[in-house]
Each structure stands twice: as C-alpha cells, then as structure tokens.
C-alpha cells in the first residue's frame, strides 16, 4: 500500500514551457485534491475532485487544468507556465466520510 | 474567500517550556483540523475537532475548536525537540470538505 504518490519530485521548467504532475492513490478514495505552497506559507486549493469524470475549481485555478478518468489518478496540467507558478506541489486523498487528507510527497517546481 | 489566520508565524523555544498556537477564522467550519509537516515532506493528520468547544488531547498536545467554531487553539506542554516542526491548521468547509490552510507556525524546540 503505497498511499499517494507523485512524479516527478523535482522539475525545472522554462517560461512558456508545458508539463503535467503525476498524482496515483492506491487507497481507492472518492476524493483527490491538488494544492500548491508557496515557501513559508499554508497550501491553497487548485482544484479538487469528487470522483472519476467529476473536477471543481478551488481557491487558486488560474493557470491550471486538471482531469479524473479513473479513481487511482488526478493529473494536474500547466499549460504555460510562468515564474508565479514556482511552487511546491502537493497532492491529497480522502476517502468518503473520513475527514483526513493523506498527502503525496510533493513536487517541487520551479519556473525560471 | 475565507481565511484563516495563524499565530505565530515562527516559534523558538528551550525544551520544556510551554507553547500555544492560534488559528483564527471570521468564517464557520465545520471542522478544524491540524496537520504537521516535516522538511521535503507532505503535511500529516494530527487532530480533527468537529464540535464547538471540544477539547482533544494527543500525550502533550491539547487541541481546542472555538465554541462558535470560528477559531481554534494548539497547546504543547513541555515541548521537546522532537516537536519541532511546521504546525499548520485547516477549516474544512463545502461539499467536498475543502480545507482552508493557516499560513503554519514554525516551531523549533531547542535542547
């Protein structure tokens, strides 16, 4: 059981550049979150889902795009990135009626 | 958009003293959950409190969720090095149980 996992751990993009964060549950949990902290900060919502085919947009969207095809994964795209994309990265599960989020190791990216 | 306000932001202290740690909130949550977060890694469940006024203890930590359930209180007795850490709270709202991070507390216990 390896909980949630994401790829990769660390990328450097160029401005304009295009990537997508790997995030897979193996907890069979309803609900993944995506969250980006920014250093000496909490994490802020990008975008979250309910289930497979189901996404909403959180507090922080702009710049990002997500989908859910299946239970296991919840890929996080950016289009075009940008310095105030340079972030940490942070992916979560929760399963339905449980009130804790298990984390993801994290992606650190920068954007230079 | 709600927040979360926390206090303090840094926190150094010697082992053995006492500590607490604030999360204020104009908005209600419907629950308060802490989370600490070690470096290079994701933040990690500590305590959910659900009902205005609860009081949880976790060995050397008390947590507290507001009576109006707007605000929420860490406190460590004894503090050890072993405590030191990023404590971070979140108020859990909407259908999906979103969570509204605090900005953290960065808390070094010093031996």
């Known amino acids: 059981n390896a909980g949630v996992t994401q790829t990769p751990k660390f990328r450097i993009l160029k401005i304009g550049q295009s990537m997508t964060l790997q995030c897979t549950q193996d907890?069979?949990?309803?609900?993944m979150y995506w969250y980006r902290q920014d250093p000496g900060m909490g994490l802020k919502l990008i975008y979250y889902?309910?289930?497979?085919?189901?996404?909403d947009k959180g507090e922080v969207p702009n710049g990002y795009n997500v989908s859910r095809s299946t239970t296991e994964d919840f890929p996080l795209r950016l289009e075009l990135a940008a310095p105030s994309q340079t972030s940490v990265y942070f992916c979560?599960?929760?399963?339905?009626?449980?009130?804790?989020?298990?984390f993801g190791p994290g992606t650190r990216l920068t954007v230079t | 958009t709600q927040l979360l306000e926390q206090s303090p932001q840094f926190l150094s202290i010697q082992e053995g003293e006492n500590l607490t740690v604030y999360c204020n909130s104009s908005?209600?949550?419907?629950?308060l959950q802490w989370y600490r977060q070690e470096p290079g890694e994701g933040p990690v469940l500590l305590v959910t409190?659900?009902?205005?006024?609860e009081v949880k203890k976790l060995k050397r930590l008390t947590f507290q969720f507001g009576d109006a359930r707007k605000d929420s209180s860490l406190h460590i007795t004894a503090a050890q090095p072993g405590d030191t850490g990023l404590y971070l709270c979140?108020?859990?709202?909407?259908?999906?149980?979103?969570?509204?991070f605090g900005s953290g507390t960065q808390l070094t216990v010093l031996p």
């Open positions: 979560a599960s929760r399963a339905l009626g449980d009130y804790e989020q298990y």
């Open positions: 907890m069979n949990h309803n609900y």
């Open positions: 889902s309910v289930g497979a085919g189901i996404t």
């Open positions: 908005s209600v949550f419907s629950s």
């Open positions: 409190v659900v009902t205005g006024g």
């Open positions: 979140a108020g859990e709202s909407g259908s999906a149980r979103q969570l509204t």
